[in-house]
């Protein structure tokens, strides 16, 4: 009973944390952070961060965003702490029976209040992309076994997740045959339904499944002369992503001849832009009651781009130019995610919004004096959900190259004016990761070494926490 209440609680406060959610706008509130992220303000990002959540221990969110932030100071233990803890926040929801029927009470409370009222446990490629960007810091911090464990949970991740939406999608299948024809996203008047329509994110297998989180798998079970587990690696990248010459080559290399003398086969990573904003927007949605016809307006969210990052397709490696190939875009996967759950965003929408007119309906009859002040609180409360994991990179490209051992320097070109960054191989197989917002970059593995840049604090007034 004890352990009960102590689940209930810890339940309870996830959605305290955040205050009031029928009101908290997230997209907002990451808008002070992500402008000090991309001025490289990243001490007054977190500290930003931490004012607005000043309730210990923070969201699911909260632990996402700071560990990205994190680690692009260098900082991978406190970076490690915070993911860690999200980790095992999503573990104990999904292994707990007590967890399901609370989900759907918050669940449940959405259809008349709003979607911010349902508990944020992380879309599925929040989950996947955790584990794939823990791997990545710790592969940073030369931790190649570790990195092998973390990249090997991921895909069982992915199994768990594909397990859950098979049912999942059948459920809301069978729904829909029983209730006959129903609204679509594209039936919504004003909604920007090409964004979600888009060729590349209906060609994603999934909205989950990435093709660089199995190419770097791949890549570290190589390293570690794994090469039985590599392939596979490979070869799912290569499904994810057809038709792409780096992946196909990745696995025609498994089998050739090893590196020569002094030779080192690096793998450059470079993560590009911030993953898109949730916005709500209203859109009229017709309600008949009585013989009468009303319109209310109703809000359904979208997703804006981020525009601050120009694009990145090539990296300069000893002053020669290297083309980077795409494997993997969270601006793609978010708009599929959103595509996906838009069947039952519109159902619950359209549930809240007869409950919203016949109640209008009533007052106008019976109580007219309330109808006013019914309709503003209506009004007030009636918003989309903008949660997300903001501070992901947008894009996710990588080159594959074979150097000599030593020391090298690269460039990147959103960042022209910076330093070269200069980086020391030394083993048989390395893998370096850069991050470029606006016209930063960020380069923290312990094999780079930044050369002297001018302090980017003062481009900024610090936070006040």
Not at 30 to 50: H, I, N, P, S
Not at 177 to 192: R, S
Not at 291 to 303: D, K, R
Request: charged fraction near 25%; proline fraction near 6%.
């Amino acid at each position: 009973m004890a352990t009960r209440l102590r689940f209930i609680f810890v339940l309870s406060a996830c959605l305290l944390l955040s205050g009031c959610p029928t009101l908290r706008d997230y997209n907002a509130e990451l808008g002070e952070t992500l402008e000090y992220f991309k001025a490289g303000q990243l001490d007054g990002a977190v500290a930003v961060l931490d004012r607005n959540n000043p309730i210990p221990p923070g969201d699911l969110l909260y632990h996402f965003e700071k560990g990205e932030l994190l680690r692009l100071t260098g900082n991978f233990p406190d970076s490690y702490q915070h993911w860690d803890y999200a980790d095992r926040l999503i573990e104990g929801w999904d292994n707990s029976p007590m967890f399901v029927p609370f989900k759907k009470f918050t669940e449940f409370n959405s259809y008349s209040a709003n979607d911010k009222v349902r508990l944020y446990d992380g879309y599925d490629f929040e989950r996947v992309a955790l584990t794939t960007q823990m791997a990545l810091m710790l592969l940073s911090g030369s931790e190649t076994e570790l990195a092998r464990v973390m990249i090997k949970k991921t895909h069982e991740r992915e199994a768990t997740i594909a397990d859950k939406r098979d049912k999942q999608y059948l459920e809301l299948e069978n729904q829909a045959k029983e209730e006959g024809a129903a609204m679509k996203f594209q039936d919504l008047q004003g909604y920007p339904v090409a964004t979600l329509d888009a060729p590349e994110v209906i060609a994603l297998k999934n909205s989950y499944q990435s093709a660089f989180s199995h190419y770097l798998a791949g890549f570290i079970y190589e390293s570690l002369n794994e090469k039985d587990l590599a392939a596979p690696g490979y070869r799912q990248a290569i499904e994810l992503r057809p038709n792409t010459p780096l992946l196909e080559q990745a696995l025609r290399n498994l089998a050739k001849s090893p590196l020569k003398a002094g030779e080192v086969d690096v793998l450059l990573i470079v993560q590009t832009g911030l993953a898109p904003a949730r916005s709500s927007v209203r859109v009229p949605i017709s309600v008949d009651v009585e013989g009468e016809t009303y319109i209310t307006n109703m809000s359904f969210p979208i997703l804006v781009p981020d525009t601050s990052t120009p694009p990145v397709d090539f990296i300069m490696v000893d002053g020669k130019k290297h083309k980077l190939t795409l494997l993997n875009s969270f601006g793609d996967m978010s708009r599929r995610t959103l595509r996906d759950d838009m069947p039952g965003i519109i159902q619950r929408t359209l549930h809240r919004a007869r409950s919203n007119v016949e109640y209008l309906a009533y007052l106008k009859k019976h109580r007219l004096e309330k109808l006013e002040e019914t309709l503003l609180q209506q009004l007030q409360r009636e918003d989309a959900d903008t949660r997300g994991w903001r501070t992901l990179p947008d894009k996710t490209l990588v080159a594959r190259l074979r150097l000599k051992k030593g020391l090298h320097q690269l460039t990147l070109p959103n960042a022209p004016d910076a330093a070269p960054v200069r980086f020391k191989l030394d083993q048989t197989h390395q893998a370096f990761s850069l991050r470029a917002v606006g016209d930063r970059r960020f380069a923290v593995d312990v094999a780079l070494q930044l050369d002297t840049l001018p302090a980017p604090q003062a481009a900024i007034s610090p936070a006040q926490p």
